[in-house]
């Protein structure tokens, strides 16, 4: 008996570990957030690959740990007050492994703020709006005649790329130092590529964010958290 028994998504996903952080994950820019995070923390964990098929986001297991059906979710055998914990929404994921473990969230009550917000600017806006963008330009959207809804999604995601060349006019990171606000917005300014759109919204016309981009990628960390898991299984 286990402190993981309780959650059902252990009988499809089981742990060799149950000792350690179990994260249930697929490597998009949603899903690394937690799997860098983790790996710039050094926190132990055993990673779960959670396909984005309907089988696997949708069955009784996973929704027993999130009702939202979307990766990423972990389970923390030693959460707070020592009793386990299941977490989904990779933001409040970010939140709770900072304050765990002290980490990538600043040093003082306005670092946090400082953090959060930028955290928040991501979670509410930058993923958003460049998911949509990248639904009318690489996947089902791209094939309705209307303009409108692309160039919708098109205009705003150069309006956030704006605002991010402009936060880091003179710093390296989004918050002053690297933080869990980095975590969340350099994965999916990564993701630009993969719908194609850098030329889209004018990457090339934003030279700190394609240099920040580039001192990211460049982490340890980030270069082994960005394939975990392994897309193929």
Do not use: C
């Not at 330009?137 to 919708?152: C, L, Q, S, T, Y």
């Amino acid at each position: 008996m286990t402190a993981l028994d309780a959650f059902p998504i252990t009988k499809r996903w089981p742990a060799k570990d149950p000792s350690v952080l179990q994260l249930y994950s697929f490597p998009t820019p949603n899903g690394v957030k937690v799997s860098i995070a983790l790996e710039e923390m050094g926190l132990p964990y055993e990673a779960h690959r959670v396909t984005l098929a309907d089988a696997d986001v949708k069955s009784p297991e996973f929704l027993s740990l999130n009702p939202n059906n979307k990766i990423p979710a972990i389970i923390d055998p030693d959460g707070p007050d020592g009793a386990p914990i299941g977490l989904f929404e990779s933001g409040a994921i970010l939140l709770y492994l900072a304050e765990k473990t002290g980490k990538l969230i600043g040093k003082t009550a306005a670092d946090k703020a400082q953090v959060t917000q930028w955290l928040m600017f991501q979670m509410g806006g930058l993923g958003p709006m460049f998911g949509q963008m990248g639904f009318f330009v690489k996947f089902a959207g791209a094939e309705i005649e209307d303009p409108r809804p692309r160039e919708r999604y098109v205009n705003e995601a150069k309006r956030l790329l704006n605002v991010v060349e402009g936060q880091l006019d003179g710093q390296d990171w989004i918050a002053g130092d690297f933080s869990i606000a980095d975590i969340a917005i350099a994965p999916w300014l990564r993701g630009l590529d993969f719908y194609g759109a850098r030329e889209l919204v004018g990457w090339d016309d934003h030279p700190n964010t394609v240099a920040y981009l580039e001192r990211f990628l460049a982490r340890p960390a980030v270069e082994v958290g960005l394939n975990i898991p392994p897309r193929e299984g």
